[in-house]
Nanobody, 119 residues
Framework: QVQLVESGGGLVQAGGSLRLSCALS????????VGWHRQAPGKQRELVAT???????NYADSVKGRFTISRDNAKNTLYLQMNSLKPEDTGLYYC?????????????WGQGIQVTVSS
């Protein structure tokens, strides 16, 4: 059974930084494309960043230059380093494992973790 568990969220002031982690179990992490999505109150869930098994990355325009996605295959863990945080980055952040060969279609999700950026 595949499980994804996020950690590292919290409350931070605008301009601050947070690092999210996502531990994956029940699947061979190194062969999977994985990524982060977020959902702000009253809005649809949106893609934030993705990383393929080969390490190629993709970012939403709103976070380019501020967020960095990375993975440690030895630890089966995905990371999202978030710098220069803005109040509009507030939301529930979810890590996802994507279907092989798909364009960021998730077959498994984490439970979500809250990130709140105060102004």
């Amino acid at each position: 059974q595949v499980q994804l568990v996020e950690s590292g969220g919290g409350l931070v002031q605008a301009g601050g930084s947070l690092r999210l982690s996502c531990a994956l179990s029940g699947s061979i992490f190194s062969i999977n494309a994985v990524g982060w999505h977020r959902q702000a109150p009253g809005k649809q869930r949106e893609l934030v960043a993705t990383i393929t098994s080969g390490g190629a990355t993709n970012y939403a325009d709103s976070v380019k230059g501020r967020f960095t996605i990375s993975r440690d295959n030895a630890k089966n863990t995905l990371y999202l380093q978030m710098n220069s945080l803005k109040p509009e980055d507030t939301g529930l952040y979810y890590c996802a494992k994507y279907l092989a060969g798909s364009k960021w279609i998730a077959d498994y999700w984490g439970q979500g973790i809250q990130v709140t950026v105060s102004s």
